[in-house]
C-alpha cells in the first residue's frame, strides 16, 4: 500500500507498540502531526508546553513503564530544544526515541529558516542518530531506531526527517516490531572463577546500579542475595532494585550515601558490582574505593570495565543472565558474622545524624518519610535535582524497580515535572509524587501547565529553602560561607502560580502542618502543587567531599 512519509511514520510507531508520543508541533512537522490527527484514535499525543518538557516526558515514561518514550519536535529551535533532555536519556541508559523534522532536501546546508544541523548537535549524546533523506529508507530507520535503543545498554535514538521526505509517497509494508539484538551469555569460566571468589570471601558486597532495573534483574539480585547472604547497597540508579526493607540491603552508597553502606564498601574482600559504573558520586577516590577488595564486574556495557575502578575479573552479559548463571554456581552461604559488624555500624551512623528542622522549619526528612508512610509501595517518586533529590533518595523506602525516577547521570535540574507527567501517565493507575526545589521549581514551572491541560494528578512537592540549596551547601562546606549568586531572592508566590495555572495551590509553613496537608493533597483526584518551606541551612548529610574516601565523611557541617 502507498502511504505519505508522515503516515509511515505513524504506522511505524504503531507497530511498535506506541500508543503515547509527547512533543509540539512546527512548520517541519506539520505533514506528521497531520497524519497524527487521522490516527488520533490509536495514538495520543501530549503537547507540552515546551520541547525540554516533551523529551523529559518521553525520558519519565520510558523510565516508569520499562517502553521506549518517543517525542517530536519540529526543526532548528524545536529540536535544540530536546537537547538536554536526550542528554539526560543518554546519561542514565534510557530507551527514547527522538524524531525531529528538518527543512526539505534542497534547502539543507543553506542556513534556511529554522535549519540546524541536529544530527551533529547530538552525535555525542544519542546512541546512534541518523537524517533520512530518501523516502524508502524511512520506515527501515525508524525501526533500526527502536532496535537499537533497547539493545545492549539503553538509550536515545535520534531521527531526523526532512520536510520533502515526510510528503513524499512510496510503498509501505508493515513488519513485526523491532526486536534488540540478543545478549550473547557470559563466559562460563568467568561465572566459575566469581563463584569461587565469593565462596572464598568472608565479606562480600553486592553493589547494585541501574542496569539492574534496565535489564530487569531485580528478581535475580534478590534471590542470590538471599542465597549467599550477602548485603546489597545501592547506587541512586539502583535504588527500588533490592527491597529498602529487606534485612540485607545497607542503603544507598556514595557521597550522600548512608555510613553502612560506604563503610562496607570499603572493608568488604569481595566487591561484586552489577549495572553500575563506579561514578565519581560513588567512587569519588578511585584509587581507594573498595582498594582491599577483589571486584567482579557485571555490566552489559564492556566499555565500563575499569573504565574508572580496576576490577579483577569483568563479566560482560545481560545482569538477570549473569545473576542467575552465578546462582546456579554458588552454594547456600551464611555471613552472620560480616552482617552483625554492619548492622553495629548501621547504628552507628544514624545516630550521629541530627534530626529536626532548623530555626522552626520543617524537616526535610520528616517530609519524605511521611509522604512513604502515607502512599502505596509502588509510588512513583519523581524528583528534580538538588538536596530535595539527595533527601529523597535517604528517607524514602524504595521496595520496587521504577519507583524511583530521577536524573542520576546529567544532573538535570527541571528534570521533575516532565518526568513526573511521562511517569503518570505510562502508569495512570498508580500515584506519582514529585520532590522539587525552588531552585528546580523555576527552571520548567510552565509545564505545570500541562499538568492542568490534562489533569495529570501527580503531587509536586516544591521544598522551599528560598535559595540554591545544594550549591550553596557546597558553598558553606568548602568555600568558606561566600554565598555568590545561591540566594536569587524569588518573589514567586508558588501557591498563586499554580492556581493561575488552574492546579490546585497549598502551602506548609509549620512542622504540625505538614501531615494535613500531605493527606488531603494525596486525596485530590487532579494535580496539586504544594509550597513546603524548609530552612536555607538545612544540609544534606552525612557526605563524602568530592574525590573523598568514606574516611572523609562529614556528619555536620562543623567538620
Known sequence: MKKTGAQIIVEVLLEQGVDTVFGYPGGSVLNIYDALYEYRDQIRHILTAHEQGAAHAADGYARASGRTGVVFATSGPGATNLVTGIATAYMDSVPVVAITGNVGTDFLGRDSFQEVDITGVTLPVTKHNTIVKRIEDLAPALREAFR????????????????????????YEPCPAAQPVPTAPADPVKIAAAAEMLVKSRRPVIYAGGGVISAGASEQLVALAHQFDIPVANSIMGLGSFPQDDPLSLGMIGMHGSLVANRAADECDVLLAVGARFSDRVAGNRRAFAAGAKIIHIDIDPAEMGKNVAVDLPIAGDAAQVLTQLADALPQGEHSAWRAELEEIRKQGEQHLARGGLDGFIDPRDVVETVDRLTPEDTQIVTDVGQHQMWAAQYYTYRQPRTLITSGGLGTMGFGLGAAIGAQIANPEKRTVLFSGD?????????????????????DIVMNNTVLGMVRQWQTAFYGKRYSQTDPHRKTDIKALAEAFGVKGMVVERPEELEGVLKEALAHHGPVVIDCRIAPDQSVLPMIPPGGSVGDIMESMDC
Open 148 to 171: 537499537i535503543a533497547n539493545t545492549g545498554r539503553k538509550g536515545p535514538v535520534l531521527i531526523d526527517v526532512p520536510k520533502d521526505i515526510t510528503a513524499a509517497v512510496t510503498e
Open 439 to 459: 531552585g528546580s521549581f523555576h527552571m520548567n514551572l510552565n509545564e505545570i501547565t500541562t499538568l492542568a491541560s490534562y489533569d495529570v494528578p501527580v503531587v
